[in-house]
């Protein structure tokens, strides 16, 4: 099994870099794993924006709602925000879970407001 990246991934991981070196990170932010306290809240929410005004939020889900990252793009992300100490996402149901289930399901008007 060969387990270097290939260009597009290399690439991937370079644009992701340069944003997290550029970021201003929030003040408290931490990687809470899947159960953030009431502290982390406010600091996530921030996050959160920071994320989807990047691009960087619903990595999964496809074009235009998301990035359409592959699974290794996923894990990269993943990776390079432990490095970091920094939290995927706020919340996992919303992103992973409930989104992609409107994006398949919903009606057109609640598709266009994702």
Known sequence: MDLR????E????DELCAWLDSV???DGLRDF???????DVPPARQWQRQLAD???AALSWPT???RNASPAEQAIF???LARRNLPRQLSFVTIELAGPILLR????????TM
């Not at 794993?33 to 502290?39: K, L, R, V, Y």
């Open 78 to 80: 993943a990776e390079e």
């Open 54 to 56: 990047a691009g960087w």
């Open 64 to 66: 235009p709602h998301g």
């Open 10 to 13: 290399a690439r991937f991981r």
């Open 33 to 39: 794993g899947s159960t953030p306290t009431a502290d």
């Open 105 to 112: 399901h919903g009606r057109p008007e609640q598709i266009e």
């Open 24 to 26: 201003e990170v929030p």
């Open 5 to 8: 990246l290939t260009a597009d």
